[in-house]
T-cell receptor, first 116, second 111 residues
């Protein structure tokens, strides 16, 4: 597709359930990011994937959060045993380049997660 | 209209006027900066970027200014239109890939 695609766009889940959020980056983009945005707040870095390198997981808030990227393309963010404080918009982004040569990052529309 | 000072969360501007949105960044080693626009219910949309070896860059109706001495970034929007109403975020690149975002400024355009 032309842009970063995320699904589902909206998800309501019960506290304690697991959820999976999917991201399909722009074709040919080697770098993929997950960010979280709570209501009225800025963007919080979660995790970064680049090619076959080990991902930077330094932003994941707890061990209930995990992410994988299969085949260097699609990524899935999994939240286990969801809590109400996990309610937020989860944004995926991708970029075509890495390194100091230039790194414009393009975002998807986000997955709005509500934990009830 | 202008968000005076380091950062104000809201800016109200008359349609047709110029807008100036200010942002202070934290890391003097940051080498790349981006402005994003986020409309309600949508993801952040890239507006314009600038590298640290520049102090000004112009796009269509937008200009970004970078002052590395005081670690300050601004976005100027010429002839603000109703469609410019949104939240604007500045972001700095802290290493080769990670962006750190400011809190955002909500711009409201008055007809």
């Amino acid at each position: 597709g032309a842009g970063v695609s995320q699904s589902p766009s909206n998800k309501v889940t019960e506290k304690g359930k697991d959820v999976e959020l999917r991201c399909d980056p722009i074709s040919g983009h080697t770098a993929l990011y997950w960010y979280r945005q709570s209501l009225g707040q800025g963007l919080e870095f979660l995790i970064y994937f680049q090619g076959n390198s080990a991902p930077d997981k330094s932003g994941l808030p707890s061990d209930r959060f995990s992410a994988e990227r299969t085949g260097g393309s699609v990524s899935t963010l999994t939240i286990q045993r969801t809590q109400q404080e996990d309610s937020a918009v989860y944004l995926c982004a991708s970029s075509p380049l890495v390194g100091r040569a230039g790194n414009t990052i393009y975002f998807g529309e986000g997955s709005w997660l509500t934990v009830v | 209209g202008e968000s005076v000072g380091l950062h104000l969360p809201t800016l109200s501007v008359q349609e047709g006027d110029n807008s100036i949105i200010n942002c202070a960044y934290s890391n003097s080693a940051s080498d790349y900066f981006i402005w994003y626009k986020q409309e309600s219910g949508k993801g952040p949309q890239f507006i314009i970027d600038i590298r640290s070896n520049m102090d000004k860059r112009q796009g269509q109706r937008v200009t970004v200014l970078l002052n590395k001495t005081v670690k300050h970034l601004s976005l100027q929007i010429a002839a603000t239109q109703p469609g410019d109403s949104a939240v604007y975020f500045c972001a700095e690149r802290l290493n080769d890939y990670k962006l750190s975002f400011g809190a955002g400024t909500t711009v409201t355009v008055r007809a």
